[in-house]
C-alpha cells in the first residue's frame, strides 16, 4: 500500500478536537432502546463498583419511578439533596447543579439526560446542567432513550404513533466520550412489563398496547443499535485520524463512490447504492475536481445526494492519490469506479481510471461498473473555440521575434535565433494555452525557417535540424501548453472555491444582522436573488405554505411551482429545476431546516441552468437561512419567555405587597372600629379620637397604596400626557412638603434667582412628594433632609435645573442601588423590609421621562464625614423654561 509522506502526520482536526477535551469532564452515556431496559439500573450497578475501587462516586439526581430493584441498587451511594423550585403555587424538586459544583465528586451519576426543568431553574434541559458540570471537569454518567434524539422525533412519531415532547440535539450524544449501549430484546422487556417490573399493571397493560408493542420496540432497538454502531466507528475513525494511522480499517464496511464527467457515472451511483444497502453500510459520493469537465458531474452528484449518500469534492493533479487519500481519511472499505468506453487511441495513450485503482488500491475492494449496455463510446466534450485576438496576440507575437531576429542575426547564428522563437510558443502557451501554443509553434518554426535559415525566403525542409526543430517546438508548446492549462484550471477552481467561502462569510455576516424573522426572511430572499436573478421564501401556515419574502416582490406562483414547492417542504428534499422532481418547473426549491425541524422552503428561479459552484452557494444559503430563522425564533420565545417571567414576577410581587400592606391598614382598621363599636361609652373623649383618626389614617394609607398602583398603571399603557408650562421649583417643593403627614426637619440652598422648569405642575409635586416620602420611610421622620439646587449649561440651549435631595438615612447599599427605580423594589433596612410596595421611585421616574426630564440616585451622599450615616441623594433634572 503506498503513503504519502503527509498521511504519516495526525489529522489537525482530530489534534484540535482533543485538546478542546483537555480540562473537561468526561461523560459516559447508558444508551436504551426504551423505559425499561435497565439503564438506571446498569448507572447505579457500575457506580457503586467504581465507588468500591475508591472513586468519590455521587448521586446527583435518579428517578426510579417506583421500581424496587432500582431503589435496592443505589445502596450506600451518597445522593445529593434536591433543590426545590417553587412553580404556580407548588414546589418542584430538581437535580441541584450549584450543589453538584459545590461538591466536585469524582464521578457523578445524572439520570434523564433529556428532562425539562421546571421554570425558574438555571437551564432549561438537564443536558445543559450537564455541559457545564463538564465545563467544570466534573466527570458525568447519564442515561438516555434513543427516541428522545431531536433527528429521530418524527420517525419515532410515524412507528410509534406517539410524539415525544422532551428531546435533545443529536449533538449532546456527540459531546459523549463513551456510550454504553443497554440492549433488550423486545419479548424480554415486555415480560418484564407483565410481571410489573417497569409500570403498575394497569398501566403496563397499556403500555403493551400502545408503545411497548414488540413491532415498535423491535424498530427502537434497531435506532438504539444503529446509533451506537455509528459512534463506534466515529471514534474508531478519530482513534486512527488523531495517531496518523493510514486506513481502511475494516471494523465497519463504508463505500466510495466516483463520480467523473462520463456516461458510467449515474450507474456508479446506482451501483453505489445497491451496494450499500447490501451492506448496511453507509455511502460516499467523491469528484475530483477537473476544470471545465466538472460541470458534466452535476447531474449524477445531484442523483448521488437525493439517494442519500454523503458528498465529498476533492481536488489535486494526482486523480488517484486523491481518491486514495480521501479513501483513507474516510475509513473507506469499497471503492466503486466506472468503466466508460472511450475511442481506442485515447486506451492506448491513457490508462484507465480502473486500471490504475486495481494497481495502487491495495487495501480496498475495488468494483468495476461496466458501461450500460448500448451506450456509445463517451464523445470529445465539446471544446470552447478560442478568441480570435488570442490567435492575432499570437501571430503578432512570433511576428515582433521575426523582428528581433533581424536585429541579432548578425551577432548570433540561425541556430541561436531558434531560441528566440521557442520565447515565443512559451509565451503563448502560458497566456492562452495548448491550442493556441501549438499555433504558434507551428507559426515560429515557418517565420525562423523562412527568414533565417538558407536559402533565405524559401520554406524549406532539407537537412535534419529542420525536422529536430519543428519537433523540439511542438514539444516545448504541448508541454508548456499543458501544465499553462492545468495550472489556469486549478487557478480557476482555486478562484471558484475561494469565491464560495466568501460567498458564505456574506451570507454569515448579512443573516447575522436583521433582528426579527421580517427582516431575516427579507434578507434571505434579497441574497437569493442575488445569485439567481428571483427567490422566495415560504413557512408553513397551519397545513400549507405561504410567501414570506419575494425578491422582486411577488405574491403568488403557478400551480406547478406550488407543487414543487409542497413537495419539497414534505419530502425535505430539492424539487424544480435542475433536480429529478418536477424538473419542468422554473422555480428550484431547497428545503431550509436544522436538527430541530423544518423552518421554511427557499425558492429560486434561475434564468438559465445553475453551474455548481452557485448551487453550492443557494445550498448554503438555505443552511443558513434555516439557522438564522431558528435563531431569530429562539431569541423571539426567550424574550417572551422573559418578559412572562417578569410578568409573573411582578404579579406575585405585587400580590405579596397587597396582602402585607393592605393587611396592616386593614387590622388596624377592623381594631380600632371594633373597639369604638364594643367601648363607645366607655371611653373618653381623647381616646375615642385618637382610635377615629388611627382609622382616618389607616384609611389614607390603603387609599395612597391604590393610588399608586392606578398612577403605574397608567404610565405603563401611556395615559399620562403632561401639560407642560413654566413651573417655579420653590413653589412645587413648597406643595410638596405641605403634603407630608409628618414633615422632617429639612434645610434649603435654593438660589433666589433660580430659573422657572418646564414641567407639569401636578407631575412635578407628585414626584417631590414621592421622594420626600421615600427618604422620611428609610431615614427616620426625625432625620433631616436636604434639598439644594443649582443650574447647569446656563448659557446653552440645554440648560438644566438639578434638584438635589439628601437624606441622612442609612444609605443603600451598591448592590441595591441599580435597582431602586424599579417597579415592587424595596431595599432591605437590617434584617427587614421597608414598608411600602415599591412603586414610589419608579413612579417618579416614569412621571419625570414623560417630563423630559431625568432622576438618579446615589449613596453614600457626597462629603459624608466619617461617624455619619451615609444617606442618599436623589438628583432630579429639568429643562430650564425658555
Same mark, same amino acid.
Given at each position: 500500500?503506498?503513503?504519502?509522506?503527509?498521511?504519516?502526520?495526525?489529522?489537525?482536526?482530530?489534534?484540535?478536537?482533543?485538546?478542546?477535551?483537555?480540562?473537561?469532564?468526561?461523560?459516559?452515556?447508558?444508551?436504551?432502546?426504551?423505559?425499561?431496559?435497565?439503564?438506571?439500573?446498569?448507572?447505579?450497578?457500575?457506580?457503586?463498583?467504581?465507588?468500591?475501587?475508591?472513586?468519590?462516586?455521587?448521586?446527583?439526581?435518579?428517578?426510579?419511578?417506583?421500581?424496587?430493584?432500582?431503589?435496592?441498587?443505589?445502596?450506600?451511594?451518597?445522593?445529593?439533596?434536591?433543590?426545590?423550585?417553587?412553580?404556580?403555587?407548588?414546589?418542584?424538586?430538581?437535580?441541584?447543579?450549584?450543589?453538584?459544583?459545590?461538591?466536585?465528586?469524582?464521578?457523578?451519576?445524572?439520570?434523564?439526560?433529556?428532562?425539562?426543568?421546571?421554570?425558574?431553574?438555571?437551564?432549561?434541559?438537564?443536558?445543559?446542567?450537564?455541559?457545564?458540570?463538564?465545563?467544570?471537569?466534573?466527570?458525568?454518567?447519564?442515561?438516555? &432513550?434513543?427516541?428522545?434524539?431531536?433527528?429521530? &422525533?418524527?420517525?419515532?412519531?410515524?412507528?410509534?404513533?406517539?410524539?415525544?415532547?422532551?428531546?435533545?440535539?443529536?449533538?449532546?450524544?456527540?459531546?459523549?466520550?463513551?456510550?454504553?449501549?443497554?440492549?433488550?430484546?423486545?419479548?424480554?422487556?415486555?415480560?418484564?412489563?407483565?410481571?410489573?417490573?417497569?409500570?403498575?399493571?394497569?398501566?403496563?397493560?397499556?403500555?403493551?398496547?400502545?408503545?411497548?408493542?414488540?413491532?415498535?420496540?423491535?424498530?427502537?432497538?434497531?435506532?438504539?443499535?444503529?446509533?451506537?454502531?455509528?459512534? /463506534?466507528?466515529?471514534?474508531?475513525?478519530?482513534?486512527?485520524?488523531?495517531?496518523?494511522?493510514?486506513?481502511?480499517?475494516?471494523?465497519?464496511?463504508?463505500?466510495?463512490?466516483?463520480?467523473?464527467?462520463?456516461?458510467?457515472?449515474?450507474?456508479?451511483?446506482?451501483?453505489?447504492?445497491?451496494?450499500?444497502?447490501?451492506?448496511?453500510?453507509?455511502?460516499?459520493?467523491?469528484?475530483?475536481?477537473?476544470?471545465?469537465?466538472?460541470?458534466?458531474?452535476?447531474?449524477?452528484?445531484?442523483?448521488?445526494?437525493?439517494?442519500?449518500?454523503?458528498?465529498?469534492?476533492?481536488?489535486?493533479?494526482?486523480?488517484?492519490?486523491?481518491?486514495?487519500?480521501?479513501?483513507?481519511?474516510?475509513?473507506?472499505?469499497?471503492?466503486?469506479?466506472?468503466?466508460?468506453?472511450?475511442?481506442?487511441?485515447?486506451?492506448?495513450?491513457?490508462?484507465?481510471?480502473?486500471?490504475?485503482?486495481?494497481?495502487?488500491?491495495?487495501?480496498?475492494?475495488?468494483?468495476?461498473?461496466?458501461?450500460?449496455?448500448?451506450?456509445?463510446?463517451?464523445?470529445?466534450?465539446?471544446?470552447?473555440?478560442?478568441?480570435?485576438?488570442?490567435?492575432?496576440?499570437?501571430?503578432?507575437?512570433?511576428?515582433?521575434?521575426?523582428?528581433?531576429?533581424?536585429?541579432?542575426?548578425?551577432?548570433?547564428?540561425?541556430?541561436?535565433?531558434?531560441?528566440?522563437?521557442?520565447?515565443?510558443?512559451?509565451?503563448?502557451?502560458?497566456?492562452?494555452?495548448?491550442?493556441?501554443?501549438?499555433?504558434?509553434?507551428?507559426?515560429?518554426?515557418?517565420?525562423?525557417?523562412?527568414?533565417?535559415?538558407?536559402?533565405?525566403?524559401?520554406?524549406?525542409?532539407?537537412?535534419?535540424?529542420?525536422?529536430?526543430?519543428?519537433?523540439?517546438?511542438?514539444?516545448?508548446?504541448?508541454?508548456?501548453?499543458?501544465?499553462?492549462?492545468?495550472?489556469?484550471?486549478?487557478?480557476?477552481?482555486?478562484?471558484?472555491?475561494?469565491?464560495?467561502?466568501?460567498?458564505?462569510?456574506?451570507?454569515?455576516?448579512?443573516?447575522?444582522?436583521?433582528?426579527?424573522?421580517?427582516?431575516?426572511?427579507?434578507?434571505?430572499?434579497?441574497?437569493?436573488?442575488?445569485?439567481?436573478?428571483?427567490?422566495? /421564501?415560504?413557512?408553513?401556515?397551519?397545513?400549507?405554505?405561504?410567501?414570506?419574502?419575494?425578491?422582486?416582490?411577488?405574491?403568488?406562483?403557478?400551480?406547478?411551482?406550488?407543487?414543487?414547492?409542497?413537495?419539497?417542504?414534505?419530502?425535505?428534499?430539492?424539487?424544480?429545476?435542475?433536480?429529478?422532481?418536477?424538473?419542468?418547473?422554473?422555480?428550484?426549491?431547497?428545503?431550509?431546516?436544522?436538527?430541530?425541524?423544518?423552518?421554511?422552503?427557499?425558492?429560486?428561479?434561475?434564468?438559465?441552468?445553475?453551474?455548481?459552484?452557485?448551487?453550492?452557494?443557494?445550498?448554503?444559503?438555505?443552511?443558513?437561512?434555516?439557522?438564522?430563522?431558528?435563531?431569530?425564533?429562539?431569541?423571539?420565545?426567550?424574550?417572551?419567555?422573559?418578559?412572562?417571567?417578569?410578568?409573573?414576577?411582578?404579579?406575585?410581587?405585587?400580590?405579596?405587597?397587597?396582602?402585607?400592606?393592605?393587611?396592616?391598614?386593614?387590622?388596624?382598621?377592623?381594631?380600632?372600629?371594633?373597639?369604638?363599636?364594643?367601648?363607645?361609652?366607655?371611653?373618653?373623649?381623647?381616646?375615642?379620637?385618637?382610635?377615629?383618626?388611627?382609622?382616618?389614617?389607616?384609611?389614607?394609607?390603603?387609599?395612597?397604596?391604590?393610588?399608586?398602583?392606578?398612577?403605574?398603571?397608567?404610565?405603563?399603557?401611556?395615559?399620562?400626557?403632561?401639560?407642560?408650562?413654566?413651573?417655579?421649583?420653590?413653589?412645587?417643593?413648597?406643595?410638596?412638603?405641605?403634603?407630608?403627614?409628618?414633615?422632617?426637619?429639612?434645610?434649603?440652598?435654593?438660589?433666589?434667582?433660580?430659573?422657572?422648569?418646564?414641567?407639569?405642575?401636578?407631575?412635578?409635586?407628585?414626584?417631590?412628594?414621592?421622594?420626600?416620602? &421615600?427618604?422620611?420611610?428609610?431615614?427616620?421622620?426625625?432625620?433631616?433632609?436636604?434639598?439644594?439646587?443649582?443650574?447647569?449649561?446656563?448659557?446653552?440651549?440645554?440648560?438644566?435645573?438639578?434638584?438635589?435631595?439628601?437624606?441622612?438615612?442609612?444609605?443603600?447599599?451598591?448592590?441595591?442601588?441599580?435597582? /431602586?427605580?424599579?417597579?415592587?423594589?424595596?431595599?432591605?433596612?437590617?434584617?427587614?423590609?421597608?414598608?411600602?410596595?415599591?412603586?414610589?421611585?419608579?413612579?417618579?421616574?416614569?412621571?419625570?421621562?414623560?417630563?423630559?426630564?431625568?432622576?438618579?440616585?446615589?449613596?453614600?451622599?457626597?462629603?459624608?464625614?466619617?461617624?455619619?450615616?451615609?444617606?442618599?441623594?436623589?438628583?432630579?433634572?429639568?429643562?430650564?423654561?425658555?
Amino acid at each position: 500500500m503506498e503513503l504519502d509522506s503527509r498521511d504519516n502526520r495526525p489529522d489537525p482536526d482530530a489534534l484540535i478536537a482533543a485538546a478542546a477535551r483537555e480540562g473537561r469532564g468526561r461523560l459516559k452515556v447508558f444508551l436504551g432502546a426504551a423505559p425499561g431496559v435497565g439503564k438506571t439500573w446498569e448507572m447505579l450497578a457500575a457506580g457503586r463498583h467504581r465507588r468500591a475501587e475508591g472513586v468519590d462516586v455521587v448521586i446527583g439526581v435518579v428517578e426510579t419511578h417506583g421500581r424496587a430493584q432500582t431503589e435496592a441498587q443505589i445502596g450506600d451511594l451518597p445522593v445529593l439533596p434536591r433543590h426545590a423550585v417553587p412553580y404556580r403555587g407548588q414546589t418542584i424538586d430538581e437535580f441541584d447543579l450549584d450543589a453538584a459544583l459545590a461538591r466536585r465528586p469524582g464521578l457523578l451519576l445524572v439520570d434523564e439526560l433529556a428532562h425539562t426543568n421546571a421554570p425558574g431553574s438555571r437551564h432549561h434541559k438537564r443536558w445543559e446542567d450537564v455541559a457545564e458540570l463538564l465545563d467544570a471537569g466534573i466527570d458525568v454518567w447519564a442515561t438516555l &432513550n434513543v427516541q428522545h434524539l431531536e433527528s429521530l &422525533n418524527d420517525a419515532v412519531a410515524r412507528i410509534t404513533g406517539v410524539r415525544v415532547r422532551e428531546t435533545l440535539p443529536d449533538r449532546v450524544l456527540e459531546m459523549a466520550d463513551e456510550i454504553e449501549l443497554i440492549d433488550l430484546p423486545p419479548n424480554e422487556l415486555r415480560k418484564r412489563l407483565e410481571q410489573g417490573l417497569v409500570y403498575r399493571a394497569d398501566v403496563a397493560q397499556r403500555a403493551m398496547e400502545g408503545f411497548f408493542r414488540e413491532g415498535n420496540l423491535a424498530a427502537l432497538r434497531e435506532m438504539a443499535l444503529r446509533r451506537a454502531a455509528e459512534r /463506534v466507528d466515529a471514534d474508531v475513525t478519530d482513534y486512527m485520524r488523531a495517531r496518523a494511522i493510514a486506513g481502511p480499517w475494516p471494523a465497519g464496511e463504508r463505500v466510495l463512490a466516483l463520480i467523473g464527467p462520463d456516461p458510467a457515472a449515474e450507474a456508479v451511483v446506482r451501483q453505489a447504492r445497491r451496494l450499500a444497502d447490501a451492506l448496511r453500510a453507509p455511502w460516499i459520493a467523491l469528484h475530483v475536481e477537473r476544470g471545465a469537465a466538472d460541470a458534466e458531474a452535476r447531474g449524477p452528484m445531484a442523483m448521488a445526494a437525493q439517494l442519500g449518500a454523503e458528498i465529498e469534492v476533492a481536488s489535486g493533479n494526482d486523480l488517484v492519490a486523491a481518491i486514495l487519500d480521501v479513501a483513507r481519511k474516510r475509513n473507506v472499505t469499497q471503492i466503486v469506479v466506472g468503466r466508460a468506453r472511450a475511442p481506442l487511441w485515447r486506451r492506448m495513450l491513457r490508462r484507465s481510471l480502473s486500471l490504475a485503482l486495481l494497481r495502487r488500491a491495495d487495501a480496498f475492494a475495488v468494483h468495476v461498473v461496466p458501461s450500460p449496455t448500448g451506450m456509445e463510446p463517451a464523445r470529445p466534450r465539446r471544446r470552447i473555440p478560442e478568441p480570435i485576438t488570442a490567435w492575432a496576440g499570437a501571430t503578432l507575437l512570433v511576428a515582433a521575434m521575426v523582428g528581433v531576429g533581424e536585429g541579432l542575426v548578425r551577432f548570433v547564428s540561425q541556430e541561436t535565433l531558434g531560441m528566440v522563437f521557442l520565447a515565443a510558443v512559451v509565451a503563448a502557451a502560458t497566456l492562452w494555452g495548448l491550442r493556441i501554443a501549438v499555433f504558434a509553434a507551428v507559426l515560429s518554426f515557418m517565420a525562423w525557417n523562412f527568414f533565417f535559415i538558407p536559402p533565405l525566403y524559401k520554406l524549406t525542409i532539407y537537412e535534419p535540424r529542420d525536422a529536430i526543430a519543428i519537433v523540439l517546438f511542438l514539444g516545448v508548446a504541448t508541454a508548456t501548453g499543458a501544465l499553462a492549462s492545468r495550472v489556469r484550471r486549478d487557478a480557476l477552481a482555486a478562484r471558484s472555491r475561494i469565491e464560495g467561502l466568501r460567498r458564505i462569510g456574506a451570507f454569515s455576516r448579512s443573516l447575522g444582522e436583521p433582528t426579527t424573522e421580517h427582516e431575516l426572511l427579507a434578507e434571505i430572499a434579497r441574497q437569493g436573488a442575488g445569485l439567481c436573478g428571483s427567490a422566495l /421564501v415560504l413557512t408553513a401556515q397551519g397545513e400549507d405554505l405561504n410567501i414570506r419574502a419575494a425578491e422582486p416582490p411577488a405574491d403568488t406562483m403557478d400551480d406547478a411551482a406550488w407543487a414543487a414547492a409542497r413537495w419539497t417542504f414534505a419530502k425535505q428534499e430539492p424539487a424544480g429545476r435542475g433536480t429529478g422532481t418536477m424538473p419542468s418547473v422554473q422555480w428550484r426549491f431547497l428545503s431550509m431546516r436544522t436538527v430541530r425541524g423544518q423552518v421554511g422552503v427557499l425558492g429560486v428561479k434561475p434564468g438559465r441552468d445553475l453551474d455548481q459552484p452557485v448551487l453550492q452557494a443557494v445550498a448554503a444559503l438555505a443552511d443558513q437561512g434555516a439557522v438564522a430563522i431558528e435563531r431569530v425564533r429562539l431569541a423571539t420565545e426567550a424574550a417572551r419567555s422573559e418578559a412572562q417571567a417578569e410578568t409573573q414576577k411582578l404579579r406575585t410581587a405585587l400580590l405579596s405587597s397587597l396582602s402585607h400592606d393592605l393587611r396592616t391598614p386593614l387590622a388596624g382598621i377592623l381594631g380600632a372600629a371594633g373597639t369604638l363599636r364594643a367601648a363607645w361609652t366607655a371611653l373618653d373623649d381623647a381616646t375615642r379620637e385618637d382610635l377615629l383618626r388611627s382609622i382616618e389614617e389607616d384609611t389614607s394609607r390603603m387609599n395612597r397604596f391604590l393610588s399608586n398602583i392606578m398612577e403605574m398603571t397608567r404610565l405603563e399603557t401611556g395615559e399620562i400626557v403632561p401639560r407642560l408650562a413654566p413651573v417655579s421649583p420653590h413653589d412645587a417643593i413648597q406643595a410638596a412638603v405641605a403634603r407630608l403627614p409628618k414633615p422632617p426637619p429639612i434645610f434649603y440652598d435654593i438660589p433666589v434667582d433660580l430659573p422657572d422648569v418646564t414641567a407639569d405642575p401636578m407631575l412635578l409635586e407628585q414626584v417631590l412628594v414621592n421622594v420626600l416620602d &421615600n427618604a422620611v420611610k428609610y431615614a427616620g421622620a426625625e432625620s433631616p433632609i436636604d434639598i439644594s439646587a443649582h443650574v447647569t449649561g446656563a448659557q446653552s440651549a440645554a440648560a438644566r435645573v438639578v434638584l438635589r435631595i439628601a437624606d441622612r438615612g442609612m444609605g443603600i447599599a451598591p448592590e441595591h442601588l441599580p435597582h /431602586v427605580f424599579d417597579s415592587f423594589y424595596r431595599a432591605r433596612l437590617g434584617d427587614r423590609v421597608a414598608p411600602g410596595m415599591g412603586l414610589g421611585l419608579a413612579i417618579a421616574r416614569g412621571l419625570m421621562e414623560a417630563m423630559g426630564g431625568s432622576i438618579d440616585a446615589e449613596s453614600p451622599r457626597p462629603g459624608v464625614r466619617e461617624g455619619e450615616a451615609p444617606g442618599t441623594v436623589i438628583t432630579l433634572r429639568l429643562p430650564v423654561a425658555v
